[in-house]
């Protein structure tokens, strides 16, 4: 009888043992699913920051080539004035000199 007793309260003992132990375990879950939660919840902030980063990237290498664009149309534009006050000035020069040629002046271009 004694001995049944003492298996007895072994098993009892066990059982109380593994139940204390998956309670344990229980609470390393919770706290690891907490962790990949956390982690999860980093992870997606990652994304969108990244995400954000890279569509201001964007807009901001839109924006750098638009400027790029408006300062080479200012400079067509700039060259285009150059070349028409060059041409304007060469005529002007020209009939300077014809002139002075007809009054029989003598034009020295140095």
């Known amino acids: 009888m004694d001995g ?3 298996s007895i309260e072994s ?3 066990i059982r109380f043992g593994l139940f204390s132990r998956i309670g344990e ?3 390393e879950a919770m706290i690891n699913e ?3 939660s956390d982690l999860a919840k980093e992870l997606m902030r990652l994304q969108r920051h990244e995400m954000n980063s890279g569509t201001r990237r ?3 290498q839109h924006a750098i080539e638009e400027r790029r664009s408006g300062v080479e ?3 067509e534009h700039i060259e285009t004035q150059y070349q028409v006050a060059l041409d304007t000035w060469s005529r002007f020069k020209s009939r300077i ?3 002075h040629e007809e009054l029989g002046l003598s034009v020295c271009v140095c």
Do not use: P, S, V, Y
């Open 97 to 99: 000199m014809n002139a």
């Open 34 to 36: 907490t962790k990949i």
């Open 11 to 13: 098993a009892r003992d």
């Open 73 to 75: 149309k200012k400079i």
């Open 4 to 6: 049944l007793i003492r």
């Open 25 to 27: 375990l229980e609470a």
């Open 58 to 60: 964007l807009r901001d």
